[in-house]
């Protein structure tokens, strides 16, 4: 029976996994099964009754939504878009620059939204087609965007960072700070990988081309830039300095990031 409990489980895992169930609903299913196994239907009510809102009724946790909104104005003001742009009139025809770019890019879109999924969405939709556009293989250009994309799992403020923090009971300004230089030296990696990848494999899938009538002029870039980099700065500076809590720093950047939008004249009702 003790085999049952643990095998059990762990195959439906595997065999919802292969049919496509969802993540959430999947370990839920699987979280409520290995309850009753182990303590009965007695131990599945109270658990269901009292730890399944304890759990989660965190003040800490509230910093979830306030980063994901943030993240949702960042990519209404179009930023990402913005900085690619900076980047491709900076990086000219070098090989391999507009793809360490894109890596470098996902780290600062997780510094400035904190959510893995936003980041993802941004980067697919804007930086997926801005690389084949600019000559880069399919296959390359969707390695690049997903290796980038997983940055903002690590790099502060990330939701990740925040729920680990909470569960391991640890001040989440100190996860923060210690996740700053792993954050680094994984862009710094990622970015090695995708040079010594292009001059061994693909010497010409990195030609940058452009025609000029298409590039908006470069005064719009450095003003995204400079307004990106300040948001960053008020955030972390805020952290750091004790200014205001981590949690309060979602609600700040979601105020920040929709008064960018406001001044680069990005607010519609599409918004």
């Known amino acids: 029976m003790e085999n049952l409990i643990i095998f059990l489980p762990f195959l439906l895992l595997i065999y919802l996994l292969i049919v496509g169930q969802y993540i959430s609903s999947l370990f839920l ?3 409520i099964l290995g309850i ?61 620059t507009l793809g360490v ?30 690389l084949k556009r600019r000559g880069y293989s399919e296959n390359l250009a969707g390695a690049t965007v997903a290796v980038a994309a997983t940055l903002s799992a690590i790099i502060p403020p990330s939701v990740m960072t925040i729920i680990y923090a909470v569960a391991a009971r640890v001040p989440i300004g100190e996860m923060f700070i210690a996740s700053v230089i792993p954050g680094v030296l994984m862009i710094f990696v990622f970015s090695v990988i995708l040079l010594f990848y292009l001059k061994i494999k693909e010497p010409s899938s990195a030609k940058a081309t452009m025609s000029v009538a298409e590039t908006p002029p470069i005064s719009r870039y450095i003003i995204a830039f400079i307004m990106g980099g300040m948001m960053a700065a008020a955030i972390f500076g805020g ?21 960018m939008a406001l001044l680069l004249g990005r607010v519609n009702r599409q918004f």
């Open 29 to 31: 299913s699987l979280g």
């Open 36 to 96: 009753f196994l182990i303590g009965g239907t007695q131990q599945l009510t109270g658990f269901l009754q009292s730890d399944s809102f304890s759990q989660v009724a965190s003040y800490s946790l509230t910093t979830i939504p306030l980063y994901i909104l943030m993240a949702q104005f960042v990519l209404g003001t179009r930023i990402v878009e913005d900085l690619y742009g900076l980047a491709y009139r900076l990086s000219g025809n070098r090989k391999g």
């Open 101 to 130: 770019i894109t890596i470098v890019i996902g780290g600062l879109l997780g510094a400035v939204s904190g959510s893995a999924s936003a980041t993802s969405a941004a980067m697919a939709k804007i930086t997926m087609p801005e």
């Open 239 to 259: 952290i750091f300095t004790g200014l205001f809590t981590p949690t309060e720093a979602g609600a700040v950047g979601a105020f920040l990031a929709f008064i």
